[in-house]
């Protein structure tokens, strides 16, 4: 687990970097055995179609560069793309977008993720404190984080029931647990999400500084990373 | 690791020789004030240990002999309290390190807080302290309390201040003024406080050091914190999680603002300021945050009138002889996040029978205006027995005309000295009602002014209780 999240985060810090691309990110969290989607990282748009058709259309696609990290500012993320013709006419228009918004981005190629069923939206979040050191935090996406801050937070690590505390403390926690007449969202793979990402940080306390899971879909039954950030110390 | 700090931290509370360093005959002076609160100590019997003045310009004070230097002192000392100037203490250290002594209380102001030379000066006493083995309370400080053993380094003179009597609730403020304020209302309000400690600057001993001499302090069974920094976190949860444990603690944290969303580059990072992060460490380890002072002291109250007593739920029961006050509490109850019990069907019967048609039996269960002594007595008897209520809230508008209030007062307090359930009263009114309240607390029954009050307290008693049976 950690050797192979080791191995990545050395890679990016070899080339003087702190911030890692959603690819790299994803590639450290599946070393804990966090759910990500089956991606891969293309170079050429060749690579490209290879992957999409592996994946299978619809698919996602992601411009990776360490200096964008705000991918849809950047218009550099297409969704639902039908087919290898979509797909080259979208690999020219990112590439150029990447260019326009900063002509010096290093690109390290085009995320191809599959399009995924959408879920209720959480977001798991990492930070440090200067005096407590490494802290978790839990919320839901979208307004609730931006809008009303409808967060939580605990010191890492934490313990089962702390994970389950959290869950329960969101004033938004009625949405997970159904409230609208929908089936109960996943609680026990938000929990394992938590603990996973708990146990990550432990372990990698030495270099990671601050981690956005944003959003994760949670599903009546288990949950994906949909995008992830990681900042290294 | 917890039992060598309170090794070390002992003669701070139980010396048996201290050095009064900077003791002086001129009144008013903080010299002057420490000296005299050992001396009139002593006197009384309280303070059991040697008190030794040191100050090169004088030969005697108040018949005890005055020594020159702290070279001089003869051997034995365990406690010196220093109030000379700043400039001074760097060296005074050196001395106190060469004579052996392991525990020194700095009241004098001037360092850190001031700039850098001060801060530098702090380093110094730091290192002389870390290379010597001595725990230091302060600099900046107002010392420590102990109305037990005796010692009272606080250098506001009785006759501006008054001081608590004794109690099983300790005390722990970084801030000298709010700690000063503190006893006087502790003072006033009747509170027992056990100890208290403020330590300024806190160069060294800190709140993770002081939980972990209450821990086994037998005589203290709660402690509040007011805390404006915690200088490393890790070892304060460590030190929470032992303590909480065994005992309460309550923390008041000053700085409810964030300082988040500065220079976070991650979407998490901007949504968390000190503020929760207090929170957080402050739910993991079970330690009780108070939402200001009075809060604070409404909880340590609760915790010690109770003396342990905890509910084993979060079902609370109302008893009141007004129907408005019923309603407040209950209102109360739903916005602190407890639940209202459902009497059984027992409680139901049983006061339905012996009660007047017009009184309200349920939860609240409402005695009603023409109460007498003995409805509340059966209602304590129905609650106290009832398997879905957790914990009492018994309010009591003394005013009414029936009531015969010492009678009313012996039996709350005989039903909360019988029972295992937590019983808290509530108590509306002025003067009159304000000395009833005072008789319920010498029977051991904690009372708020407010429905809202009690309940609050009562939600903390939840808290703490669902923490520890985790």
Partial sequence: MKEEALKVIEGVLKEGRKNMVEYEAKQVLKAYGLPVPYEKLATTVDEAIAYAGEIGYPVAMKLMSPQILHKSDARVVVLNVKDPEELKKKWEEIHENARRYRPDAQILGVLIAPMLKPGREIIIGVTEDPQFGHAIMFGLGGIFVEVLKDVTFRIIPITERDARRMIKEIKGYPILAGARGEAPADIDAIVDLLLKVSKLVDDLRDYIKEMDLNPVFVYEKGAVIVDARIILK | ?470
């Fill in chain 2, 1 to 470: 690791m917890q039992a060598e700090i309170a090794e070390q931290l002992k003669p701070f509370f139980e010396p048996k020789a201290v050095a009064i360093i900077g003791a002086t005959d001129k009144k008013g002076k903080v010299g002057n004030v420490i000296f005299e609160n050992f001396r009139v100590n002593k006197e009384r019997g309280i303070f059991k240990g040697a008190i030794y003045p040191v100050n090169p310009k004088l030969d005697e004070i108040d018949g005890y002999k005055v020594y020159h230097s702290v070279g001089e002192l003869p051997e034995g000392v365990d406690l010196a309290v220093i109030s000379i100037p700043a400039k001074f203490v760097p060296a005074t250290m050196e001395d106190i390190a060469a004579k052996g002594i392991k525990a020194v209380i700095i009241i004098t102001g001037g360092f850190g807080e001031l700039g850098e030379e001060g801060k530098r000066m702090e380093r110094q006493i730091y290192e002389t302290a870390k290379k010597n083995g001595i725990r230091v309370i302060g600099p900046n400080c107002v010392g420590v309390y102990s109305p037990d053993t005796g010692v009272d380094t606080v250098f506001l003179p009785d006759e501006k201040m008054d001081r608590p009597r004794s109690g099983p609730i300790a005390f722990v403020s970084q801030s000298g003024a709010f700690a000063a304020a503190m006893l006087d209302w502790a003072a006033n309000e009747e509170l027992g406080i056990g100890k208290m400690v403020s330590y300024g600057n806190k160069i060294d001993v800190d709140d993770a050091d002081l939980m972990d001499y209450f821990t086994g302090d037998d005589s203290i069974n709660v402690v509040t914190l007011y805390i404006e920094g915690v200088k490393d976190g890790r070892r304060f949860m460590e030190a929470a999680r032992r303590i909480t444990r065994v005992k309460p603690v309550i923390a008041l944290k000053a700085g409810r603002s964030s300082y988040g969303a500065k220079a976070a580059s991650s979407h998490t990072g901007s949504l968390a300021g000190a503020d929760v992060i207090y929170d957080a460490a402050f739910k993991q380890t079970g330690v009780i945050r108070a939402e200001d002072f009075e809060h604070m002291f409404d909880l340590a109250k609760a915790f010690a009138q109770l003396k342990g007593k905890l509910p084993k739920g979060d079902r609370i029961g109302i008893i009141t002889d007004g129907g408005g006050a019923g309603v407040m509490a209950s209102d109360a109850v739903a916005k602190f996040g407890l639940r209202m019990a459902e009497p059984s069907e027992e409680t139901i019967r049983f006061l339905r029978e012996r009660f007047p048609p017009h009184a309200v039996v349920g939860n609240p269960t409402d005695v009603v205006g023409d109460t007498d002594a003995e409805r509340y007595r059966l209602a304590l008897e129905a609650f106290t027995k009832d398997p879905n209520i957790d914990a009492i809230l018994v309010i009591v508008l003394f005013q009414v005309p029936l009531l015969r209030e010492e009678e009313v007062i012996e039996i709350i307090g005989d039903y909360a000295r019988r029972s295992e359930k937590p019983i808290v009263a509530v108590a509306m009114g002025g003067a009159k009602t304000e000395r009833y309240a005072k008789m319920l607390e010498e029977r051991g029954v904690p009372v708020y002014p407010t429905p809202e009050r009690g309940v609050r307290a009562l939600e903390g008693l939840v808290r703490y209780s669902s923490y520890l049976r985790r």
